[in-house]
């Protein structure tokens, strides 16, 4: 329990995360920037967890363990999407999203 | 008690040399595959003589015979009433078959190595022989009606294998295709009929149905269909199958085209053994036909006795000696339905039974012989026709002989074997129907007149230009010939009417002098006929035929039975019952699958779009569902 400070707070800060996340993964052309929104939504599911695990079962740990995996999870993700973001470069020579749209049909 | 069990290695050993013939053959030299099927079916046939000789004289004789079924194991068992065996079966008829059967296959087998020589497919050949070998054993020797019809039914199918030999010969493939067919479309009655028999009574087993006097036909008698009874329906229908395969008229049209296939196959399936499957059929269930169904009776023996007329007429006038020789049958088989149609039950009574039976026996030796005399014409002149022959007999004696001998057998000329049996058969008709023996009695002759024609015409009159000379066929050629002539000569004397009666119990004949010497007079007659008209070479058949002008020739034509056949199912049934179905199918029921299928794909051509490859509207799509499917949660457990 952190003092002056509700789980309110909290969580007003991770569901602004996440739908920033959101609204980036939906608007944002550069696919790099899609990644970085893809991490502040995997961030504000930490941010979640972490607070949950604080205020409601503060003689438990089981909420930063998840935290720990979903950070080794974003890493190992971020390592695989970058790879392809250089390849898709490498390709076309340019990581708008629009011009990624060949797997249709 | 004598102990019948080896008996089953009769069919059997056809059977495993047909398995291993038809795996195997293509290994071995050609001739091992011939003499492993002959030597096979020599083994059969002394077995099935010494069943016969068991069966006929070591028993005391005087007495009844008793049927035997040493074998009947369960073959299908599907419920508790039905239940399917198989067996053999030993009465006087299925021992005298096995030992027809055997002898001509066995005669067919050891002639076939010489005149197949060098053929290719030899060995496909001889298992094809020993498959129709093994299936005809299983057809007289059948416990119960089904075994009867599954053996039938390999029967057709070996002989359909056989007469399509020559695949390469397109007339031999429609030959092949025809008799199958038209025996099949016969067969599908002999099921009908089997279906409603079985039905009724509640069992296919010979020993149940064949009791006389037995009271499981009650229930079939109470059924009438159509103004006639169940049992005649059912009866009529087993004998249309009889019919088909014996090619009675009007389903006779298969036979003469069968010749397509290699002689000894004509001799052994389509002269001595298969075609005589439909009389054996009513043979055996000739208790049934007699009690139950005594009209089908008569009926049957008014198809024999147009058949064999009609036949007689169209064999005069054919040119093919093969064909002469089929419609020759065609009128053979006829007098045997004819024998079997005016029969009685038990004693005297039953002196047609007998003499049909007689005749099947006599038969099968003098018509094989034909056959497989014709068979060594054929293989050394390389023609089926008669104008390429004549003045044979200088060039081929033993050939002359034998095929002499089957000439007069089959006339009915004493004391050669056809003389018996034809003058039981027409003291039969005598005693019972006057009609019929009357068509039989001019038929007599005119069988006479055709097979002397036949006879004069291949071995006397003047020898046409023969490209190289003609010889005698090889030994093994020439042994069965001797054989069956000797047969044909002697068969006559076997005392059929003490071994092989209607009700299995000997009686004894009375000579019928009025019948013997009209029927040897109008052979004779027939033979002095064609003595006059073909011994010589002259005019006088030509002037003869040009004066009957149409009757010569629509009998030429075989009375234009193929040519109605075809109208009937090209013009009629093609056009009006085929070609409508087959648009009903093509476009309703086809079209129905057809447009499930066109629909599908339109609709996935216009919702494909959805797909776009669009990584961020995906995204949007899923994130707007999920708010749509929370908001829908939230509001559905209160939360306004």
Redesign the interface.
């Known amino acids: 329990m952190i003092q002056g400070i509700s789980i309110y707070h909290f969580l007003i800060v991770s569901t602004l995360m996440f739908f920033i996340g959101i609204a980036g993964f939906i608007i944002r052309q550069n696919l790099i920037t899609i990644l970085l929104s893809v991490e502040l939504i995997l961030n504000s599911v930490v941010i979640n967890f972490l607070v949950f695990n604080r205020y409601l079962y503060p003689d438990q740990l089981q909420g930063h363990f998840f935290a720990l995996f979903i950070i080794g999870v974003a890493a190992a993700e971020a390592s695989v999407a970058i790879a392809l973001i250089i390849n898709i470069y490498r390709r076309i020579h340019n990581i708008e999203s629009d011009n990624v749209n060949e797997m249709k049909y | 008690m004598i102990n019948y069990s080896y008996t089953i290695l009769i069919p059997l050993i056809p059977l495993v040399i047909f398995v291993f013939t038809g795996l195997l053959g293509m290994k071995w030299k050609p001739l091992v595959s011939g003499i492993i099927g002959t030597v096979g079916v020599g083994i059969s046939f002394f077995l099935s003589l010494f069943t016969a000789y068991e069966y006929f004289f070591a028993t005391a004789t005087g007495s009844a015979y008793h049927t035997i079924i040493p074998v009947n194991m369960l073959w299908l068992s599907f419920t508790h009433t039905l239940q399917i065996h198989m067996g053999v079966l030993l009465d006087p008829i299925s021992v005298m078959m096995i030992v027809v059967v055997t002898t001509i296959s066995f005669m067919a087998h050891l002639y076939s190595i010489g005149y197949m020589k060098g053929e290719r497919g030899f060995q496909r050949y001889y298992s094809f022989l020993s498959l129709f070998t093994f299936s005809m054993l299983g057809v007289v020797l059948a416990t119960n009606i089904f075994q009867i019809y599954i053996f039938w039914e390999l029967v057709g199918a070996s002989s359909f294998l056989l007469i399509g030999f020559y695949y390469d010969k397109p007339s031999a493939v429609a030959a092949a295709k025809k008799a199958f067919i038209v025996t099949r479309f016969a067969d599908l009655g002999f099921l009908i009929g089997i279906l409603i028999l079985s039905y009724y009574t509640g069992t296919f087993d010979f020993s149940k149905l064949l009791q006389p006097g037995t009271h499981l036909f009650a229930g079939l008698a109470g059924v009438s269909f159509l103004g006639l009874s169940g049992i005649t329906w059912a009866m009529a229908l087993i004998f249309m199958g009889a019919a088909g395969k014996s090619a009675m008229f009007p389903l006779h049209i298969w036979l003469p085209d069968a010749m397509e296939g290699p002689t000894p196959v004509s001799a052994l399936i389509h002269a001595a053994t298969m075609v005589v499957a439909g009389v054996f059929l009513v043979a055996r269930l000739f208790p049934i036909y007699h009690f139950q169904a005594p009209d089908v009776l008569i009926f049957i023996g008014y198809v024999g006795g147009f058949t064999s007329l009609i036949a007689a007429i169209i064999a005069m006038t054919q040119f093919d000696i093969k064909r002469v020789l089929a419609y020759s049958t065609l009128s053979q088989i006829g007098y045997m339905m004819v024998a079997l149609g005016v029969s009685g039950y038990g004693g005297e009574a039953g002196l047609g039974y007998m003499a049909s039976m007689f005749h099947l026996f006599t038969h099968a030796m003098f018509k094989a012989l034909l056959f497989l005399g014709a068979g060594s014409i054929i293989h050394t002149i390389h023609s089926n026709f008669m104008k390429d022959m004549g003045g044979l007999r200088k060039y081929m004696p033993i050939t002359h002989f034998t095929f002499l001998a089957a000439c007069l057998a089959i006339s009915g000329i004493p004391p050669f074997a056809g003389f018996f049996s034809k003058d039981e058969i027409l003291a039969a008709a005598f005693e019972s129907n006057k009609l019929l023996f009357y068509v039989e009695y001019i038929t007599a002759g005119l069988t006479s007149f055709y097979i002397f024609r036949l006879y004069f015409n291949i071995f006397w009159g003047k020898d046409p230009e023969y490209k190289h000379k003609p010889h005698e066929a090889p030994l093994n050629m020439t042994i069965p010939l001797i054989f069956l002539g000797l047969g044909s000569t002697f068969g006559g004397f076997v005392p059929f009417h003490k071994l092989v009666t209607s009700d299995m119990k000997p009686f004894t004949t009375v000579t019928h002098w009025g019948i013997m010497l009209p029927s040897v007079g109008i052979g004779l007659l027939g033979l002095a006929v064609a003595w006059v008209l073909y011994k010589k070479e002259n005019d006088l058949p030509d002037k003869i035929s040009k004066k009957l002008g149409i009757l010569y020739t629509s009998t030429y034509h075989k009375f234009y039975i193929d040519e109605i056949y075809l109208f009937v199912t090209k013009k009629i049934i093609f056009n009006y019952i085929a070609r409508p179905i087959a648009w009903f199918d093509h476009n309703i029921v086809d079209g129905f699958m057809i447009g499930v299928g066109t629909v599908t794909v339109k609709i996935s051509y216009k919702i494909?779009k959805f797909?776009?490859?669009?990584?961020?509207q995906y995204?949007?799509v899923f994130?707007a569902g999920v708010i749509m499917l929370a908001l829908f949660i939230l509001y559905s457990l209160g939360y306004h």
């Open positions: 494909k797909q776009s490859g669009e990584l961020q995204a949007f994130v």
